[in-house]
Every structure is written in structure tokens, then in C-alpha cells.
């Protein structure tokens, strides 16, 4: 894929987390992997619903900016540890909605969503008929401990997880290319929508 086709499939991405509410202000980050130590990624501090090509840069494998001098995502080093971690991954996606903000507030270690039809969208997932867990991290403004924390989460785990949420903070989801990742993404936002639904109701 070219810089170009990258830069626009993150900006089709930003616009439609934007029109369902989950990147309010300057919220969420996107990048697509442009080869084994390239990715095209969002600057930092941009709006994710009115990115312009300028607003997507081309940093290595390691986070570090190819352009001097120009800021990539804070949280860039996430999505290094999301490609490293998980061969595969074209795209990573990251949003803050209402619902993974409030789940992961009063959530502990991780939120179940078991018995939904959208399960199926989750990759091993061929049926409703089962459960998934996703991970919940307390936030952290340090970067690369955040990603330690991760590191050492999957190193527990041989499971393939369906994503994770920082709490309070947001989501990060990926996939095999941007429509893989969005997919899932709006699977795992419907499921959590519903979630603090019932728990509305069943108050
Ligand atoms: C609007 S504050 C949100 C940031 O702290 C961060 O969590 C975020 O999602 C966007 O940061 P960015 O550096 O623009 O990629
Ligand atoms: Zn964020």
C-alpha cells in the first residue's frame, strides 16, 4: 500500500469514528503498517473526523518520526507494541466512546460480553454461543510502561484478544487491514453500547 492509499483509508476511518461519537476533541489515534519497519500514523493533537493527508506521518518500527522535527501520536508506541505482538495486523484503530469510558471505569481486570450475535465478527469467533473477555488497563500517561503492562499481559495469555480498553480513557482494536480493524471495532462498540445499556435497565 502506498503512503497515499494509507493516509486515506485513516482518514475514511477518522471520519466514521467521528460521526459515531467516539474520538470527541482531539481523541483516538490510526495508523496503517506500510511495510515490516514503516507506518503511516496520525499526528498528535489532530481532530480524527477532519484529517487531511498532511495530518497522517510516516514513522519506523520503533515509533521514531521520518519526518524531523514532526510529532507523531502520543501513543504511537501502542501501536508499535500492537504490530510487534501480533504478526497480521495492517491496521490499528483507537477511539474513546462513551460506553468503553464508563464500562472500563467500574470495570476490574477485564469486561466479559458473552451472548451476542456480534461476537461472531471477532476473529475465532464462528458463533454467538460463547464468551470473550477484554482486557481492561488502568491508564497511564507513561507510554512505554502502559505497553510493558501489555507485554506482560499477552505473555499470560495464548488467547488472541479482541482488543483492550484503557480505563477512562479509550479502546484499541486492529485487524488485518483498516476494514478488518473498523469491523471490529463496531462490533466491540455496539456489544459495549449494549452492556451499559442492560445495566441501565437492570438498575
Ligand atoms: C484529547 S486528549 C487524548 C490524548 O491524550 C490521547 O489519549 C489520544 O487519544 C490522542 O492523542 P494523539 O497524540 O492526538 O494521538
Ligand atoms: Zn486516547
Known amino acids: 500500500m502506498t503512503f497515499k492509499d494509507a493516509a486515506a483509508a485513516i482518514a475514511a476511518a477518522g471520519r466514521r469514528m467521528d460521526a459515531m461519537g467516539w474520538v470527541p476533541a482531539t481523541a483516538g489515534n490510526i495508523s496503517v503498517l506500510l511495510g515490516a519497519d514503516r507506518m503511516a500514523i496520525t499526528r498528535s493533537g489532530r481532530h480524527k473526523g477532519m484529517l487531511a493527508p498532511a ?4 514513522v519506523d518500527g520503533q515509533g521514531a518520526s521520518l519526518e524531523p522535527g514532526a510529532r507523531p501520536s502520543y501513543e504511537t508506541l501502542l501501536h508499535c507494541g500492537i504490530y510487534r505482538r501480533f504478526p ?3 491496521a490499528v484503530v483507537h477511539g474513546h466512546s462513551v460506553a468503553n469510558t464508563v464500562l472500563s471505569r467500574r470495570a476490574g481486570a477485564e469486561i466479559r460480553l458473552a451472548g451476542f450475535e456480534l461476537l461472531k465478527a471477532f476473529p475465532g469467533g464462528p458463533t454467538h454461543d460463547t464468551e470473550v473477555a477484554v482486557p481492561v488497563l488502568d491508564n497511564d500517561q507513561d507510554i512505554p510502561r502502559l505497553q510493558a503492562v501489555l507485554d506482560a499481559l ?3 495469555t495464548s488467547d488472541a484478544p479482541p482488543g483492550y480498553i484503557i480505563r477512562g480513557h479509550g479502546v484499541y482494536v486492529w485487524g488485518a487491514d483498516m476494514a478488518a480493524a473498523m469491523t471490529r471495532l463496531e462490533a466491540l462498540e455496539f456489544m459495549l453500547l449494549c452492556h451499559l445499556e442492560e445495566g441501565r435497565h437492570t438498575r
Open 154 to 156: 499477552w505473555n499470560r
Open 55 to 58: 495530518d497522517v506521518m510516516l
Open 88 to 90: 497480521g495486523t495492517g
